[in-house]
C-alpha cells in the first residue's frame, strides 16, 4: 500500500496544531501537483494551477515550497519514499523464492501503477534539460538504486545466488514494473495487467534460480 507523504488522512479532532495544519496543507499542494501532471503534464504544470486545485493561495504554495521545482522535486522523492518503505515490508518475507519473489511484485505493483510513480517518472525526464533541478534529481536516481539494491539483497540474503543473478532481476522486475506503468498510462481505460505480472514472476524465479537457459 502506498505510504505517500500526501495520502488522505481523517481529518483530527479537536483543534489542530500548527504543524498539523502546516502538513495538511503540504499534503494538498502535492496531491495537486501529482494530479495536474497527470492531466496535463510536467511542463504545463504550474504553481498557480496547482495552488488553484489545492484550493490555496500562491502566497501559500511559496511559504510552504517556495517555487515549482520544489514541489517537483518533493514529489519524486515521495515516490522514492513509497518504494522504499514497502521494500522494508517485503523484504521480511519468508519462504521459498517464489514466494518472496511474489511479495516482491505483488507489493511493489500498487505503487507503480499509480498517479504518483507516473508523474515522478515525467518529473524525473523533464529533467534532464533543467539545470536548476537536475543536480537533485540525479541525487535521487543514485538514493533509488542504493535503496533498492540493499532492500533486494536483504530479501534474499539466505539464499545461495550469485551477485550478477541478483544484477539481472533486479533490474529485470524494475524495467518491467516500469512497462507496465506506462502501458497503464497508455490506455484509455483500466485493465488487469494479473496475467503480465505472473510471467514477470516466473521470469525472476527462473533468473535467481539459474534457471533462464
Not at 112 to 127: C, D, F, K, N, T
Not at 149 to 154: D, E, L, N, Q, V
Request: charged content about 25%; overall charge positive.
Amino acid at each position: 500500500m502506498s505510504r505517500s507523504a500526501f495520502a488522505a488522512r481523517p481529518a483530527p479532532r479537536g483543534r489542530r496544531t500548527q504543524a498539523e495544519r502546516s502538513a495538511e496543507s503540504r499534503s494538498k499542494i502535492l496531491a495537486a501537483a501529482v494530479a495536474c501532471i497527470s492531466e496535463m503534464g510536467a511542463s504545463e504544470t504550474t504553481t498557480h494551477r496547482i495552488a488553484r486545485r489545492a484550493g490555496l493561495t500562491w502566497g501559500a504554495i511559496q511559504h510552504h515550497f517556495g517555487e515549482k521545482n520544489a514541489i517537483l522535486i518533493t514529489v519524486v522523492e515521495s515516490s522514492l519514499d513509497d518504494i522504499v518503505a514497502e521494500l522494508g515490508e517485503i523484504a521480511k518475507v519468508r519462504g521459498s523464492v517464489a514466494d518472496r519473489v511474489h511479495a516482491l511484485v505483488a507489493g511493489l505493483w500498487p505503487h507503480y501503477s499509480g498517479p504518483l510513480y507516473r508523474a515522478g517518472v515525467e518529473i524525473l525526464l523533464s529533467a534532464r534539460g533543467d539545470e536548476s533541478i537536475k543536480a537533485r534529481a540525479n541525487g535521487i536516481r543514485r538514493r533509488a538504486t542504493s535503496e533498492v539494491g540493499r532492500a533486494w539483497s536483504k530479501l534474499f540474503a539466505d539464499f545461495d545466488i550469485a551477485v550478477q543473478r541478483h544484477a539481472t532481476a533486479q533490474r529485470v522486475a524494475l524495467a518491467m514494473l516500469s512497462g507496465f506503468a506506462l502501458e497503464v498510462a497508455m490506455r484509455e481505460h483500466e485493465a488487469d495487467f494479473g496475467t503480465e505480472l505472473a510471467a514477470l514472476e516466473r521470469t525472476l524465479e527462473r533468473i535467481l534460480l539459474g534457471e533462464d537457459g
